[in-house]
């Protein structure tokens, strides 16, 4: 059995860290203009202040160190309902990807959407990454006819919106 536990400030530099490195090896399509620009420290620093101040929810699965995390809470789309949560981010690292670590954190992050009072949930995922994109389907979620286009890091990418009812 997959541990899954509510994540505190202390876990934020393992976090960054999983962050970093499910980045490096989930997005390499960008190229290494884009993926050098992704910096741990940056990312432990980002998770840091997440978890002193957010009212969202962070779960990691540890082992001997986190292997992923995901993170829940209300949804940040301007024409949300006020029923609908967000999986934001969900990440593992690239060394435990089809291990049952991110199975395990869905259940967590979906019960915890449940238990927030969400009787729905979305989330944003690039076009072009298919494993996400079969993971998040198999796990019962599906396309809803969102779209957006992003620009960061000069990179341009776009991504699709799945929901689910909980």
């Known amino acids: 059995m997959i541990e899954v ?3 505190t400030v202390a876990d934020a530099d393992v976090i960054g860290r999983v962050h970093a490195a499910s980045w490096r090896g989930a997005y390499e399509q960008f190229g290494p203009a884009f993926l050098d620009t992704i910096v741990d420290e940056e990312r432990v620093e980002l998770w840091k202040r997440v978890l002193a101040d957010d009212d969202g929810a962070v779960f990691v ?3 001997s160190a986190p292997t992923g ?3 829940v809470g209300a949804s940040r789309d301007d024409d949300a309902a006020a029923h609908v949560g967000e999986l934001m981010t969900f990440y593992a690292a690239p060394e435990a990807w ?3 670590v991110g199975r395990a954190l869905m259940a967590a992050g979906v019960e915890e959407l449940r238990a927030m009072g969400f009787t729905e949930a979305m989330l ?3 076009d072009t990454n298919p494993r996400a994109r079969r993971f998040y389907e ?3 979620w599906h396309v809803d006819g969102g779209t957006k286009h992003q620009s ?3 990179a341009e990418f776009d991504e699709v919106r799945y929901r689910i009812s909980l």
């Open 5 to 7: 536990r509510r994540a």
């Open 98 to 100: 089809g291990t049952g």
């Open 138 to 140: 198999a796990a019962g």
């Open 124 to 126: 944003w995922v690039l």
């Open 152 to 154: 960061w890091r000069n």
């Open 61 to 63: 699965a540890p082992s």
């Open 69 to 71: 995390f995901i993170y």
